[in-house]
Protein backbone atom coordinates (compact mmCIF):
# COMPACT_ATOMS: atom_id res chain seq x y z
CA UNK A 1 0.00 0.00 0.00
CA UNK A 2 1.26 3.55 -0.45
CA UNK A 3 0.51 6.53 1.79
CA UNK A 4 0.19 9.99 0.92
CA UNK A 5 0.27 13.20 2.97
CA UNK A 6 0.09 17.17 1.67
CA UNK A 7 1.15 19.87 3.02
CA UNK A 8 1.22 23.65 1.63
CA UNK A 9 -2.08 24.69 1.52
CA UNK A 10 -3.51 28.08 2.37
CA UNK A 11 -4.96 31.23 2.17
CA UNK A 12 -3.73 33.61 -0.66
CA UNK A 13 -4.33 36.49 -2.59
CA UNK A 14 -5.24 36.76 -6.27
CA UNK A 15 -1.77 36.80 -8.44
CA UNK A 16 -0.18 35.21 -5.34
CA UNK A 17 1.88 31.68 -5.80
CA UNK A 18 1.68 28.86 -3.32
CA UNK A 19 3.56 25.66 -3.36
CA UNK A 20 1.92 22.07 -2.46
CA UNK A 21 3.44 18.88 -1.44
CA UNK A 22 2.75 15.65 -1.16
CA UNK A 23 4.95 12.86 0.63
CA UNK A 24 4.74 9.25 -0.16
CA UNK A 25 5.41 6.06 2.02
CA UNK A 26 4.78 2.57 1.91
CA UNK A 27 5.03 0.92 -1.36
CA UNK A 28 6.91 3.29 -3.41
CA UNK A 29 8.19 1.34 -5.66
CA UNK A 30 4.74 0.31 -6.94
CA UNK A 31 4.03 4.15 -7.87
CA UNK A 32 3.96 5.30 -11.67
CA UNK A 33 1.72 8.41 -12.35
CA UNK A 34 1.27 10.38 -9.73
CA UNK A 35 -0.18 13.87 -9.62
CA UNK A 36 -3.02 16.72 -8.31
CA UNK A 37 -6.69 17.04 -8.57
CA UNK A 38 -8.88 19.69 -7.02
CA UNK A 39 -12.90 19.78 -6.28
CA UNK A 40 -14.04 23.45 -5.27
CA UNK A 41 -17.42 23.16 -3.62
CA UNK A 42 -20.69 22.02 -5.43
CA UNK A 43 -18.32 20.55 -8.42
CA UNK A 44 -16.82 17.63 -9.57
CA UNK A 45 -13.44 16.30 -8.98
CA UNK A 46 -11.04 17.11 -12.12
CA UNK A 47 -7.72 16.29 -12.71
CA UNK A 48 -5.03 19.70 -12.41
CA UNK A 49 -1.55 18.19 -13.41
CA UNK A 50 0.06 14.74 -13.66
CA UNK A 51 3.33 13.84 -14.13
CA UNK A 52 4.92 10.02 -15.06
CA UNK A 53 8.27 8.46 -13.23
CA UNK A 54 9.82 9.42 -16.09
CA UNK A 55 9.01 13.09 -15.97
CA UNK A 56 6.68 13.33 -18.23
CA UNK A 57 3.82 16.16 -17.29
CA UNK A 58 -0.05 16.64 -18.47
CA UNK A 59 -1.88 19.79 -17.67
CA UNK A 60 -5.67 20.85 -17.19
CA UNK A 61 -6.04 23.71 -19.75
CA UNK A 62 -6.95 26.20 -17.13
CA UNK A 63 -3.87 25.93 -15.57
CA UNK A 64 -1.41 25.60 -18.38
CA UNK A 65 1.06 28.34 -17.72
CA UNK A 66 0.50 28.81 -14.45
CA UNK A 67 1.33 25.92 -12.42
CA UNK A 68 3.89 23.22 -12.86
CA UNK A 69 3.85 19.82 -11.57
CA UNK A 70 7.25 18.02 -10.62
CA UNK A 71 8.56 15.14 -8.80
CA UNK A 72 11.16 13.73 -6.77
CA UNK A 73 11.73 10.17 -7.53
CA UNK A 74 14.12 9.98 -4.23
CA UNK A 75 12.23 11.52 -1.60
CA UNK A 76 8.91 9.99 -3.18
CA UNK A 77 7.70 13.65 -3.40
CA UNK A 78 5.10 14.95 -5.71
CA UNK A 79 4.96 19.10 -6.52
CA UNK A 80 2.55 21.61 -7.24
CA UNK A 81 4.43 25.44 -7.94
CA UNK A 82 0.80 27.53 -8.73
CA UNK A 83 1.35 30.95 -9.59
CA UNK A 84 -0.81 33.77 -10.92
CA UNK A 85 -3.61 32.12 -8.78
CA UNK A 86 -7.18 33.08 -9.43
CA UNK A 87 -10.48 32.84 -7.06
CA UNK A 88 -11.32 29.73 -9.28
CA UNK A 89 -8.56 28.19 -8.19
CA UNK A 90 -10.05 27.80 -5.03
CA UNK A 91 -10.18 24.00 -4.18
CA UNK A 92 -9.34 21.29 -2.09
CA UNK A 93 -6.63 19.55 -3.95
CA UNK A 94 -5.70 15.97 -3.52
CA UNK A 95 -2.55 14.27 -4.20
CA UNK A 96 -2.61 10.91 -5.67
CA UNK A 97 -0.41 8.16 -7.12
CA UNK A 98 -1.59 5.02 -9.91
CA UNK A 99 -0.38 1.81 -8.23
CA UNK A 100 0.47 -1.76 -9.53
CA UNK A 101 1.17 -4.53 -7.71
CA UNK A 102 3.34 -6.80 -9.70
CA UNK A 103 2.54 -9.82 -7.27
CA UNK A 104 -1.20 -9.96 -7.56
CA UNK A 105 -1.05 -7.42 -11.29
CA UNK A 106 -3.58 -5.46 -9.81
CA UNK A 107 -3.80 -1.52 -10.87
CA UNK A 108 -5.14 1.30 -8.07
CA UNK A 109 -5.11 4.58 -7.21
CA UNK A 110 -4.26 5.90 -3.83
CA UNK A 111 -5.33 9.34 -2.44
CA UNK A 112 -3.92 11.75 -0.14
CA UNK A 113 -6.54 13.34 2.53
CA UNK A 114 -6.87 16.56 0.95
CA UNK A 115 -5.25 20.22 1.15
CA UNK A 116 -6.68 23.35 1.17
CA UNK A 117 -6.03 26.37 -1.28
CA UNK A 118 -8.36 29.71 -1.17
CA UNK A 119 -7.60 32.34 -3.34
CA UNK A 120 -9.12 35.70 -2.10
CA UNK A 121 -8.66 39.28 -1.34
Known amino acids: QVQLVESGGGLVQPGGSLRLSCAAS????????MGWYRQAPGKQRELVAS???????DYADSVKGRFTVSRDNFKNEVYLQMNSLKPEDTADYYC???????????????WGQGTQVTVSS
Open 96 to 110: YADVFDARTAVHSRA
Open 51 to 57: VTRGGTT
Open 26 to 33: GNVFSMNR
